[in-house]
């Protein structure tokens, strides 16, 4: 008897350990620029690069920045639609610096991100985001199952345990998890992109990857989880010869400013517009290493004009350079990690043009949505809320991105009427196995007792032995905070 529940116990726990619905798992590395792969320290995400599918490269959408391009990642929405123009922003009524927090991310009830819409499916699916951008708050006045808030101080490979926790937990297995690690960019703003700091950085994040992956197989859910793993953004190195002082061109007191290298947002005060403008324009020329644009004058590409949050004015560095606020940081970036400021020392900038190649991400998936060794076209960062609808099974939203440029990605081209098919049958399928497995290993277990009897050996032993073992998670770095 004791067998026969023991078997029934494993078969429940393998069929309710994890959600009934399709699994995905969305990994980003901060500012893991698209070639760190040639730098060959990333053996681990190089197998599942070209074991799954993989772009060369992602379209980020501008500014390159963290907090929009995450956004953007989640909603599927410019910039300019989503409301979450900048790391920063000056409130254009009441001219208040605007930081993280539920103001920027509140923007509309139509901005649903991708955590909140699987919620709001029902039928017992539940979201998960672990330090994701922009996850802590409510929208649409609800919170999601599982949201841990930002805290460097918890290692990477403690994260990747809890995540596993929330998609083993029996009673709401989420079956999406958003999966945020700032690195490689805390440290790459203070050392550059080139560092043998950040360069360390890639081998532990590698070491991650491995174990996400480790512990996905221990719970039998490589073959039922799809993992993405991309970045929001690149990063460049900027030596102080190279930082300008834009500031010097425009008088104290009559402006606000946001934002940060190598793109700053500027806000006259009443009666300064054209002032402010024409000096800076004018500096522009002369120094020949910033641009300044008027609202109205933004790139229609950029997908940042049409929004009352974007500002007036905005300064953009050249590829290269970058702007007041590193001038200010660098020797504080010294002086916090102890090494001597010189006109050598790298530091690492993003935020430029999201046509400048070395600002663009990296893209890979795997699953079993996903095509195996198998390469596509690079695509947009807003692409990508129509394919994780289209792994999840969810109803499709109107959104920025194209569903054209993912169906490559897809086993089955993303067809949803055949996958939903294919899912059914293949439940029933395994519904009836599991049936049939059960029946049949109850009667073989009753016959097996039947024989035990027979042959007059009910008192003989099979002693069981069952080894527990796991990783130890390392603690990477101290606690800091996060250069967005």
């Known amino acids: 008897m ?61 500014p390159t920045k963290t907090f929009p391009n995450h956004h953007s990642i989640a909603t599927g929405l410019y910039p300019e639609v989503h409301g979450v123009i900048g790391n920063t922003y000056v409130d254009q009524k009441s001219l208040k610096v605007v930081k993280m927090g539920f103001e920027m991310y509140n923007y ?75 690195e490689p960019d805390t440290h790459g703003h203070a050392f550059g992109p080139n560092s043998n700091t950040v360069h360390e950085l890639l ?19 490589t073959e039922k989880a799809n993992v993405i793993h991309l970045s929001d953004h690149g990063m460049i190195s900027v030596t102080p010869p190279y930082f ?14 946001a934002g940060a290298t190598p793109c700053i947002q500027i806000t006259p005060n009443a009666g300064y517009e054209d002032n402010i403008y024409n000096s800076l324009k004018e500096a522009s020329v002369t120094n020949g290493h910033f ?45 916090f990690y102890n090494f001597t400021l010189t006109n050598t020392s790298e530091f690492g900038v993003h935020g430029y043009d999201n046509d400048v190649v070395d600002m663009h991400p990296f893209f890979m998936a795997r699953g079993p949505r996903i095509k195996l060794h198998h390469r596509v076209t690079p695509f947009s960062t807003v692409d990508l809320y129509n394919l994780f609808t289209e792994i ?61 009897r027979t042959a007059a050996a009910l008192n003989k032993r099979f002693p069981q032995t069952f080894q527990n073992s796991g990783i130890e998670a390392q603690h990477l770095l101290e606690s800091e905070d996060v250069q967005a």
């Open 108 to 182: 509309s009830n139509d901005v649903i991100p991708i955590w909140r819409w699987n919620e709001d499916q029902g039928d017992g699916r539940h979201s998960a985001t672990m330090m994701w951008p922009g996850a802590d708050f409510p929208y649409q006045g609800k919170n999601i199952t599982y949201r841990q808030s930002f805290n460097a101080s918890v290692d990477w490979f403690s994260r990747v345990d809890t995540l596993i926790s929330w998609l083993t937990n029996s009673e709401k297995p989420a079956n999406l998890v958003m999966f945020y690690i700032e």
């Open 2 to 62: 004791k067998i026969q529940i023991l078997v029934l116990c494993l078969l429940a726990s393998s069929a309710f350990s994890a959600s009934h619905h399709p699994i995905l798992i969305v990994v980003s590395y901060d500012a893991f620029r698209y070639n760190f792969f040639d730098t060959k320290l990333v053996p681990n995400m190089e197998r599942l690069k070209f074991n799954g599918t993989y772009s060369d490269y992602l379209v980020n959408v501008f």
């Open 203 to 221: 081998q532990k994040l590698d070491n991650v990857t491995a174990y996400l992956e480790k512990k996905l197989e221990e719970h039998k859910l």
């Open 392 to 452: 999840l099974r969810l109803p499709a939203r109107a959104n920025n991105g194209s569903m054209g440029n993912i169906v490559d990605i897809l086993v089955d081209g993303g067809g949803r009427y055949g996958v939903g098919v294919g899912v059914v049958v293949g439940g029933v399928l395994l519904a009836l196995i599991i049936v049939g497995l059960a029946a049949g290993l109850t009667l073989y277990i009753i016959k097996v007792r039947q024989n035990i």
């Open 244 to 257: 300008i002082n834009i500031t010097q061109y425009i008088k104290n007191g009559t402006y606000e400013w």
């Open 291 to 335: 641009k300044v644009y008027k609202k109205e004058d933004y790139l229609k590409r950029w997908h940042y004009k049409k929004n009352p949050r974007s500002p007036p004015i905005l300064i953009m560095a050249d590829e290269g350079y970058a702007l007041d606020d590193l001038i200010v940081a660098a020797p504080k970036y010294a002086k």
